[in-house]
């Protein structure tokens, strides 16, 4: 693998674990983040509009999930 210098010092590490999901894992695992917030998408991607967030952690669902899936 070839990485330029700045890609190098983010990924100069001794952690080389990669972990793959399938499209349907990403689904499931980002329904059942919402269901535990008691969320539907919608109501996050409102939330996220007028960035007025329920909590800490629907920012950070919404950081790691939004525009990626169709719920």
Sequence with gaps: ??????EQA?????????IVVTDEEFQH????AL????L????LEDQARRSDFSSSAAHALWVSIGGTVDL
């Design 1 to 6: 693998m070839s990485v330029t210098i700045d």
């Design 29 to 32: 695992d980002a329904q059942r």
């Design 40 to 43: 539907t998408y919608a109501e």
């Design 10 to 18: 983010i990924t100069d590490h001794d952690d080389d674990t990669v």
């Design 35 to 38: 269901d535990a917030l008691e």
